[in-house]
């Protein structure tokens, strides 16, 4: 009880300036020169008391959603504040190193969802199949199970089509990611069916190939570029839920404001799933389908999932205390 107070009375002492913040990032519509210099200024200390009030948040209140709701105006606020700095050098820095790792990491909780959305359908589908496998056989075309069962690494893409197939298979994995994201404007629904589908079909299919051949080769295969791909995918599709969440739940603010802080944040997120996924469309093309040894694609794949995930975890930190 004492913890329910202490959260109230937090709340209660800061409402009115939220709002007031909430209200002037609104009627700047992106840009702070559509607001009168009093109203600058004021923007300016409100967004101040709002990041020290999210650093007391993050201490005391850290599973609150008053906590979630406050970094988000926090950082629809930090990019109107920085959104007349001079559009060089650092400006991008700012928002490569700072704001797109310090965004996704506030999103990992959504993150979170949508890998178990999607792993839990996928080890269902595979346990499944292994234990009846009558109706695993079912699961995919005749065709597609006598390719897959064909399969050995090295001969996935022939080396004369791999510089068309990269481009191809980069579209086609930021395709993937767009409708994962876009799917919040349903409220998370498509979302979770993209998600939910494409667990039980990679499922499915390890279950067909359970026992062959086939399945060492496809588990190779991915090696290089799984580790990135699934990343980017799993990330977007939490950027697709965080929308969805501000649809349904709005909290304090409109739905209006809700969804446009939330868009604002998932857009940082697509912007470095775009580039991974690109990353992973060239790793999927040109070293997945080698006949390099498995150990190095396993390295390939461990070492560019690394990066990813330490660029998420560890930029941006320094300036966020600064």
């Not at 700072?98 to 959504?110: D, G, M, N, V």
């Not at 993937?176 to 498509?190: E, I, M, N, R």
């Not at 979770?192 to 051949?213: K, M, P, Q, Y």
């Not at 295969?221 to 699934?230: D, N, Q, T, Y």
């Amino acid at each position: 009880m004492r913890g329910a107070q202490s959260i109230d009375r937090f709340v209660e002492d800061r409402r009115a300036r939220w709002a007031r913040l909430a209200q002037l990032v609104t009627d700047a519509h992106g840009r702070v020169s559509r607001l009168g210099a009093s109203d600058v200024l004021e923007l300016g200390a409100l967004y101040r008391a709002a990041t020290s009030d999210l650093a007391i948040a993050r201490r005391d209140f850290t599973r609150d959603v008053v906590t979630e709701r406050l970094n988000d105006l926090v950082a629809a606020s930090h990019a109107l504040v920085y959104s007349e700095a001079p559009a060089g050098g650092r400006r991008f820095r700012r928002f490569v190193m700072h704001e797109i790792p310090s965004t996704t990491r506030a999103l990992l909780p959504y993150t979170a969802v949508a890998f178990a959305v999607m792993i839990l359908p996928a080890l269902l589908t595979y346990l499944a199949g292994i234990v009846a496998p009558e109706i695993a056989a079912t699961a995919l075309p005749e065709d597609i199970k006598r390719e897959l069962a064909a399969r050995r690494p090295g001969s996935e893409i022939p080396l004369e089509a791999r510089p068309i197939a990269g481009p191809l298979i980069i579209v086609n994995n930021v395709r993937v990611a767009v409708v994962a994201f876009a799917g919040g404007l349903t409220g998370g629904v498509l979302t979770i069916l993209v998600l939910v589908l494409n667990g039980a079909s990679l499922g499915a299919t390890f279950a067909v190939l359970h026992g062959s051949e086939g399945a060492g080769a496809l588990l190779e295969f991915v090696l290089a570029h799984g580790f990135l791909e699934l990343s980017a995918i799993f990330l977007s599709a939490g950027a697709g839920l965080r929308v969805g969440w501000a649809m349904l739940h709005p909290g304090d603010l409109a739905r209006r404001d809700a969804l446009r802080l939330a868009g604002e944040q998932a857009v940082r997120v697509v912007v470095l799933c775009a580039f991974a996924l690109g990353v992973a469309g060239l790793i999927e093309a040109f070293v997945s389908p080698t006949f390099l040894p498995a150990s190095t694609k396993l390295l390939v794949g461990a070492t560019s999932g690394a990066a990813l995930w330490a660029y998420v975890l560890l930029a941006g930190r320094r300036a966020a205390t600064t």
